[in-house]
């Protein structure tokens, strides 16, 4: 732990205008990212009497080894570095609001000639419209079923759009009407556009309209005798009101709104919101997160920085209620007001229907907080005990918050590869897995190891990747993870594994990070110079993290190694003639269609083909009539593809 003392810097060269810091730890690593009105007075703040700080607080200013900042503009200016920063540097001690699952939103294709409707999950694309979230995506397909007797947009895929338009016959929906069939031009693209517009319209909230204007069709057919169109109408009028019923009425119609309630304890923060269009709920969404050194006015800023940030794309409401107003509430709105293009209010409701809704709201984060309690005490209880485990029986200095694990997979001696997998805290980190083609390519476990390892602490060994002061491009060789060292290293294997990884991390310059390897045979775990392997209990935990990491890493390496033989499993016989590449080899296939064509073609007709000049057709014409005839050999099979 270092003394924050050791870093602080003169309280004259910090700035008093509005800015963005970073503290980076020994390594350079970014740990924290945070925004102020005034620089000076807020990192004045880190560096008062440590036992006053926050636990999570003391902790960071520990940990950390340095601080820099940035002077912007303004506050608003500060917020969006803030946000940039976060999404860029992932920093270990900002919290960080990640939804347990991808939720589904209903989605408009408004960009395509012919809209189409369909559950999409994931990151938002232009010219799409979203309604939601949904919990599940049944609820989806439930109400989009119900709508689309009176609004049938297009809802199939673009295969089998073009199958559609190709053969002249509409799908199923065509022909039970819930579908308008731009495909074989029952409707002009203007009047399916329009369909889907007012569908969109629907959604949004403008609900009360079609419902009258279905109405009033419904009763000038009765009036007319046409008994059949308004027994049809009045169905419409009642799918349109069963997909009402599904989300509830509680604001007034005219209100777009997100509620946003939050439950903390000491260490973590649960999050719920319900997103209401037209005054009514049109989707909710929670989850939990842990508890960054900040007070609750800073959580809700960093809430809704990732909630409506360009990474998500979320709709902005006309109203954002909280239920305590962000650190800077005037520049939160200038950056809602920014990203909606219209005015956005952030407040917290005092009385009437919104105070009440966001009590409901509230109790929701209250329970889902609890349930998450029960579910995650003890798989944290067990965490911790596997990391104590741990350091006890290997005798490491510290608990191994930090693990990296390595492993070799290949089939006989071709397409070499290796794994890394990083856990911490017990848990897998999978943004920090990497994956190596070994260059030696043969087939000794051991010496492929040893270029695994040195590849990856080479890095680590180059020292660590603190910026220069007043360098703006300094840090760019902070954002690799290489450079973070971990607290233990494990490979696959047993003694000679252990040894060829020891010695892999003495020839880059590492001599201080703790190497074991875990036997498959026994579950032995070997030390580096002991004749005798380390023997955890079957019961213990810790053996069970270091099984869970290790088989981690071996099917990564598998998974890897199964990509790369199946891209290799084929060889054609031009593959290797000199200047032609793969563009060159489709042009020859595409105009002579085959191998067996090629070889019964002359100099002349190779040289028609774009790209193909004397030397290479030559070359071309040589091998296929002085090789074995083929085309492509499967390598698995022995299989002649001609």
Not at 312 to 320: K, L, S, T
Not at 520 to 543: A, M, Q, Y
Request: glycine share 8%; with cysteine; net charge neutral.
């Amino acid at each position: 732990m270092a003394d924050p003392a050791t870093y602080r810097p003169r309280p004259g060269e910090i700035p008093t205008e509005p800015g963005v810091y970073r503290f980076r730890d020994a390594h350079g690593r970014v740990i924290y990212v945070g925004k102020a009105r005034s620089l000076r007075s807020r990192l004045s703040s880190y560096f008062q009497d440590v036992r006053a700080l926050h636990p999570r607080t003391r902790q960071m200013v520990t940990t950390g080894a340095s601080v820099e900042w940035t002077v912007v503009r303004n506050e608003v200016e500060a917020l969006q570095l803030e946000y940039s920063w976060i999404k860029e540097y992932d920093p270990r001690f900002n919290v960080k609001y990640r939804d347990d699952k991808s939720y589904p939103y209903l989605a408009v294709t408004m960009g395509e000639e012919f809209p189409r409707a369909q559950v999409m999950r994931g990151r938002k694309r232009r010219g799409t419209r979203y309604f939601g979230p949904y919990t599940h995506a049944w609820a989806i397909r439930e109400t989009l079923d119900t709508l689309l007797r009176v609004f049938p947009v297009r809802t199939c895929s673009a295969g089998v759009f073009r199958r559609a338009e190709q053969s002249g016959r509409p799908c199923l929906l065509g022909y039970i009407d819930k579908c308008s069939a731009p495909c074989v031009g029952r409707v002009s693209p203007e009047e399916h556009r329009q369909i889907a517009e007012d569908f969109c319209d629907f959604m949004a909230g403008d609900s009360a309209r079609f419902v009258r204007r279905l109405e009033d069709r419904m009763r000038a057919a009765s009036q007319e005798l046409d008994f059949e169109t308004a027994a049809r109408l009045r169905d419409d009028v009642g799918a349109l009101r069963r997909a009402l019923e599904r989300s509830a009425v509680v604001l007034p119609d005219a209100t777009d709104a997100d509620v946003f309630g939050l439950a903390d304890d000491e260490l973590e923060v649960a999050v719920q919101v319900f997103h209401v269009r037209g005054g009514r709920i049109r989707g909710q969404r929670g989850w939990v997160s842990e508890k960054g050194a900040e007070d609750m006015g800073s959580i809700v800023e960093h809430l809704l920085q990732q909630v409506y940030g360009p990474e998500q794309g979320e709709d902005v409401p006309r109203e954002v209620l909280v239920p305590v107003l962000p650190t800077d509430p005037e520049d939160m709105e200038a950056w809602l007001t920014d990203r909606r293009g219209a005015r956005v209010r952030v407040r917290v409701p005092q009385r009437g229907d919104k105070r009440t809704l966001m009590q409901t709201v509230a109790r929701n984060a209250d329970q889902a907080l609890a349930r998450h309690k029960v579910a995650r005490s003890g798989d944290l209880t067990l965490r911790s005990q596997a990391l104590q485990e741990l350091q006890e029986a290997l005798e490491l200095p510290e608990a191994p918050l930090r693990i990296e694990s390595f492993d070799i997979s290949h089939v006989q001696g071709s397409d070499v590869v290796g794994s890394m997998v990083v856990f911490e805290d017990g848990l897998a980190r999978k943004s920090e897995y990497r994956r190596f083609v070994v260059r030696g390519g043969t087939g000794d476990d051991t010496a492929a190891m040893h270029e695994v390892l040195g590849r990856r602490f080479r890095h680590l060994a180059a020292g660590p990747a603190v910026p220069a002061e007043g360098d703006p491009t300094a840090d760019e060789g902070s954002r690799s993870s290489f450079r973070y060292p971990p607290n233990l290293v494990v490979v696959d294997g047993g003694r000679p594994q252990v040894e060829a990884a020891r010695a892999a991390l003495a020839a880059v310059g590492v001599d201080d990070l703790p190497v074991i390897g875990l036997a498959k045979r026994l579950e032995e775990v070997w030390l580096p110079g002991e004749d005798h392997p380390v023997v955890l209990p079957r019961t213990s935990e810790g053996l069970y993290l270091l099984q869970r990491v290790r088989d981690e890493a071996h099917r990564f390496a598998n998974t890897f190694h199964r990509q790369r033989r199946s891209r290799s499993m084929t060889s054609s016989q031009l593959d290797g003639i000199p200047g032609l590449g793969k563009a060159r080899q489709q042009a020859l296939l595409a105009r002579f269609g085959s191998v067996k064509a090629l070889r019964r073609a002359e100099e002349e007709d190779l040289l028609q083909v774009p790209g193909i000049g004397p030397a290479v057709a030559r070359a071309v014409l040589e091998r296929l009539r002085d090789g074995e005839p083929g085309l492509a050999v499967n390598l698995s099979t022995g299989e002649v593809l001609d």
